[in-house]
């Protein structure tokens, strides 16, 4: 049995349901193969998409809220008849040659990107994350782990801080429960929290630390490259003792950008200087008067900032090209599948309009 509050319900969703469908509200606490593992007043269950909901372009992830059918199929299973609007959403672009967003964590308040104190760390691979985060709605925070293998945690905080003023850094050696407790005060009472990061960083041996119980696999990271397995196959939504809830997530290879949002977000202050620029579409590059040069000449702006910044942007640009193009061929499909129907009709008519 499940208290929908600890579960993160709150007024943004309710002001989407009536009375009826209050009393078939559940979030989805896990995504498998062609089912999810759901959980309601009622407790944990089995359901899957209704076939509308399967025609959909982007399948409901970890963390959202749905409204379930009356009654179940005949296996038993549920039947997600609706999902409600997101709070807020995590989504990175699906691997392949199209780009499709797909939903890593829906409403989620807080994410924290992890990253391991040791060959894993990468300023420009958190800026991203970063990115990612704001771009969805959800407040962020970096977890820096493995503060047991790194000689000079000051530095990497400063340095850290310096690319990300204002966002909270925490400091924690999960393997051997420190820093922890900073953690958890993040996550009351019906607060979620996803785990982003590369494999290896640490995420789930953070979500066994958290829990006080080791309920997630975790892997073993490669000597040779400092790569981590992926262990964790699938996002699981976990319940904390005192009622928060935490996503852990596999690691992500390649997090691509699909938009531009959330890097001006990132990178506030060169888009201020932007501002600055003689031409108002200065690419900042060889145009004369361009602030964005100046202040790296007088060194107010690390160069690699800009050039990361630029190179951002480039890949935003370019994915959102081919989300078109996704969008184009789906409208197609679409339209080829109604005009075969149309032409069915019109033989089935005796040709007569
Ligand atoms: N030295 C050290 N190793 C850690 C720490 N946290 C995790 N590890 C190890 O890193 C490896 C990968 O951890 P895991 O939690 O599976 O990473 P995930 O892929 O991000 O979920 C495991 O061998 C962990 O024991 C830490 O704070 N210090
Ligand atoms: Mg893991
Ligand atoms: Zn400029």
Known sequence: ??????????????????????????????????????????????????????????????????????????????????????????????????????????????VFAVSGLDADYNVRRIERYL????????????????????????????DIGHHSPGVPVYVTSALHHEGIEAIRACIGRGVTVALVGSSGAGKSTLVNALLGEKRMRTGQVRASDGRGCHVTTHRQLVLLHDGGLLLDTPGMRELQLLDESGISAVFGDIEALAGRC?????????????????????????????????KLQREARASELRQDEHRRRQAERVWGALSDEVAQLRKWKGGKP
């Open 131 to 158: 990115a990612r985060i704001w771009a969805g709605g959800a407040d962020a925070a970096i977890v820096l782990n493995k503060g047991d293998l790194c000689d000079d945690i000051e530095a990497r905080v400063g």
């Open 278 to 310: 003689r031409f108002r579409d200065c690419q900042h590059d060889t145009e004369p008067g361009c602030a964005v040069k100046g202040a790296v000449e007088n060194g107010e702006l690390e160069a690699g900032r800009l050039e990361h910044y630029r």
């Open 1 to 110: 049995m499940y208290d929908l509050t600890a579960l993160g319900f709150g007024s943004f969703f309710e002001r989407q349901v009536d009375s009826t469908d209050r009393l078939l509200l559940a979030r989805i606490a896990a995504g498998h193969r062609g089912a999810y593992e759901v959980w309601s007043q009622a407790g944990a269950g089995r359901a899957r998409l209704s076939g509308q909901l399967r025609l959909d372009a982007t399948a409901p992830g970890v963390g959202d809220w749905v409204v379930l059918r009356a009654s179940p199929s005949p296996d038993d299973m549920s039947v997600i008849d609706r999902v409600l609007d997101r709070r807020t959403v995590f989504t990175r672009g699906a691997a392949g040659r199209e780009t499709r967003e797909q939903v890593v964590a829906a409403n989620v308040d807080i």
